[in-house]
């Protein structure tokens, strides 16, 4: 599946309350993914609200399965930020704030990019250009037509691509346990901050200005572009809003 087609899949999973908890992954996933990757969309489109408790005979019955792999799936989402879990209280849906985007998030995508993009250069192969050059052209429609979602979707897929090709798994690893994190912060910044057409047009262009960058393998203004755009959100706020 593609990010796109990811996306727009999103966008028809969840329409009503009483499909809220309904499972909607492919079935040739293990039945542990399936639920994973169903939860994860409702809390990354918004579905599923920060400090929202997940009740686990509501998701159980919703998507008609036990309550082992539906735990197994809550573990798996908690380990990737995304859920929070408390003895004899249960599992909520985890709130991330502007702070720990900023002070912890944002430098650990710094550091980890930086380097991970840099050991890439020399590993990026042609069929990698060709597939970069089509998540930039999706970026971009995206931009055009209004599609948040998918922005975001292929901003991701851009930056795990290029990560992928590092080289280094380890590091590639550490960036894979942060991007959950971070691309439910993006869904629930841009849902509310509501950018201007002009910044979601600059968030394709970084991509574009990163991608040529890339292709051209020049390592300093891709050091350059990619410290700019990590800490460049489109209205991101100084600081949380008071409750």
Do not use: C
């Amino acid at each position: 599946m593609t990010p796109r087609q990811s996306a727009s899949a999103v966008k028809s999973r969840w329409l009503s309350d009483g499909e809220r908890y309904r499972l909607v992954q492919p079935a040739e996933r293990s039945l542990r993914q399936q639920v994973a990757s169903s939860l994860r969309d409702a809390i990354l489109t918004g579905t599923l609200k920060p400090g929202e408790r997940l009740v686990e005979e509501d998701i159980s019955q919703g998507m008609r399965t036990s309550r082992g792999p539906l735990r197994e799936a809550l573990r798996q989402l908690e380990q990737e930020g995304l859920v929070m879990s408390f003895p004899y209280r249960g599992s909520f849906v985890s709130r991330i704030s502007t702070l720990e985007v900023r002070q912890v998030l944002i430098p650990m995508r710094a550091t980890l990019e930086g380097f991970g993009f840099d050991q890439a250069l020399d590993n990026l192969t042609e069929d990698d250009v060709t597939e970069m050059r089509g998540i930039i052209e999706r970026m971009e429609e995206a931009v055009r037509g209004g599609d948040l979602i998918g922005l975001v979707e292929d901003d991701v897929a851009f930056h795990a691509l290029v990560m992928s090709r590092s080289g280094q798994p380890h590091t590639t690893q550490i960036w894979g346990s942060i991007a959950p994190r971070m691309r439910a912060y993006f869904y629930t910044h841009l849902r509310e901050a509501m950018p201007t057409h002009a910044q979601l047009v600059g968030v394709a262009k970084a991509h574009r200005d990163l991608f040529d960058a890339l292709v051209a393998r020049d390592r300093t203004r891709v050091a350059e572009l990619l410290l700019e755009h990590v800490q460049d959100l489109p209205g991101f706020p100084v600081t949380d809003p008071a409750p």
